[in-house]
């Protein structure tokens, strides 16, 4: 480490070597002037070589300098970029959770409060989202996702199993009653797949035709309330509304869902306490809502097993 000039010097040939000023350096780095020009004269005196030549009212880095200052321009981007990571990881006191946006919106956070009141000494930070990256590179600490359980590198715990429903106001002038009725129904496409669904409802390879198409079941939640069509979507997202009556189940079907919800965290978070006082919490959650779903889905005539 000897070998290494002080940080304030390297900082200042830096921005003179890029901006051609003493004067715009000093500007960049809220220093006088003067301070610049010690700095410079302090680090050709270690390396024992000047660094720029005058060329007007520029300077201008000679060859070597020119060399030096690439180097020193990555090697100043990388301490700062690590320095960046590190401030952004989560604090012990911090729990940074990502979660399928509409899971967030319709499920977990009509229940966060309970967990904040049972752990108030932890600041809760929800990020939407649907990869694993920041879970790999310890910016986040646990995921909400829902898939098969099997993603490289990570643990994953089951959360939630779900059911596939056709909803819809239940004032729609159009309303289907039984699966037959459905062709002249107003559709609305989501990202689901409709093969199980219709397939249980006895309409084999039928493929609907849509009116609206989203990408996003909140919007999709959005049109089907406001009495745009009716949409398939998961019991976990809408079972509120249908318990309230805001939503109708159409053609009394419940089919369960291929994927389900799942828990996710990288191995290093193994031994952490925010982990497990989370994930039982959320566990004894989830049990709570999939005993309600299951005693909806078996009310319905036309549950599927």
């Known amino acids: 480490m000897n070998a290494l000039p002080p940080l304030p010097a390297l900082r200042a040939f830096e921005a003179v070597s890029r901006l051609g000023s003493v004067v715009k350096?000093?500007?960049?780095?809220s220093v006088t002037h003067s301070a610049i020009s010690h700095q410079i004269h302090a680090l050709e005196d270690f390396l024992g070589l000047p660094l720029f030549e005058r060329q007007g009212r520029r300077l201008v880095p000679t060859e070597d300098?020119?060399?030096?200052?690439?180097?020193i321009r990555m090697a100043l981007g990388d301490m700062s970029e690590a320095t960046r990571a590190l401030r952004a990881l989560p604090r012990p006191n911090e729990l940074r959770i990502t979660t399928l946006p509409s899971f967030g919106v319709h499920w977990l956070m009509a229940r966060l409060p309970d967990f904040q009141a049972c752990y108030p000494q932890y600041r809760v930070d929800i990020r939407a989202g649907i990869g694993f990256d920041d879970l790999h590179n310890g910016q986040l600490d646990l995921a909400l996702r829902m898939g098969t359980g099997e993603w490289d590198g990570l643990k994953a715990t089951p959360l939630l199993h779900d059911w596939l429903v056709l909803v819809g106001r239940p004032d729609l002038p159009d309303f289907p009653a039984t699966p037959e009725q459905l062709p002249g129904a107003r559709l609305i496409g989501t990202m689901e797949k409709w093969s199980s669904w219709t397939y249980a409802a006895g309409?084999?390879?039928?493929?609907?035709?849509?009116?609206?198409?989203?990408?996003?079941?909140?919007?999709?939640?959005?049109?089907?309330?406001?009495g745009q069509g009716l949409a398939l979507l998961r019991l976990s997202l809408v079972i509120d509304d249908l318990l309230t009556g805001r939503l109708a189940l159409a053609c009394g079907l419940v089919v369960p869902h291929p994927l389900s919800y799942w828990l996710v965290w990288a191995p290093r978070m193994d031994n952490s306490l925010k982990l497990h006082h989370f994930r039982d919490w959320l566990l004894e959650s989830a049990a709570s809502s999939e005993a309600m779903m299951q005693a909806y889905a078996a009310a319905q005539p036309g549950r599927q097993s």
Do not use: I, S, T
């Open 203 to 226: 309409l084999g390879d039928w493929q609907p035709n849509f009116r609206l198409f989203c990408n996003d079941n909140n919007l999709v939640q959005e049109a089907v309330l406001r």
């Open 25 to 29: 350096a000093a500007e960049a780095l």
């Open 65 to 71: 300098g020119r060399q030096y200052a690439m180097k």
